[in-house]
């Protein structure tokens, strides 16, 4: 198993930026694909980026590409989300998630672990 533990959220104004971190610990973290996911009040939890074990492969939602990059360190057992060009509708619970694969998948039920969430508002 892994333990995951978001951080990095918070308050901040549309056109600015925010870097998450999900801090991994447990099995090796190196073994597991990582993902971002979102959740607005009301909505469904949707794919934010992905990128696997090595961290050669990378996917954005369409709607963050351009504006978020997600990267790993793997010595520090870390992932990143760089959010630039904030906007509001990007406001919502974001969560760092884990599955034990190679591949990167935007489906939800595909990983199979998660962390508590870490909240981004983005005020206009």
């Known amino acids: 198993q892994v333990q995951l533990v978001e951080s990095g959220g918070g308050l901040v104004q549309a056109g600015g930026s925010l870097r998450l971190s999900c801090a991994g610990s447990?099995?090796?973290?190196?073994?597991?694909?990582m993902a971002w996911f979102r959740q607005a009040p009301g909505k469904a939890r949707e794919f934010v980026a992905a990128?696997?074990?090595?961290?050669?492969?990378?996917d954005y939602a369409d709607s963050d590409k351009g504006r978020f990059t997600i990267s790993r360190d793997n010595a520090k057992n870390t992932v990143y989300l760089q959010m630039n060009s904030l906007k509001p509708e990007d406001t919502a619970v974001y969560y760092c998630?884990?599955?034990?694969?190679?591949?990167?998948?935007?489906?939800?039920?595909?990983?199979?672990?998660w962390g508590q969430g870490t909240q981004v508002t983005v005020s206009s």
């Open positions: 998630a884990a599955r034990s694969s190679v591949l990167t998948t935007r489906v939800v039920d595909q990983y199979d672990y």
């Open positions: 990128i696997n074990w090595r961290g050669g492969t990378t």
């Open positions: 447990g099995r090796p973290f190196s073994t597991y694909t």
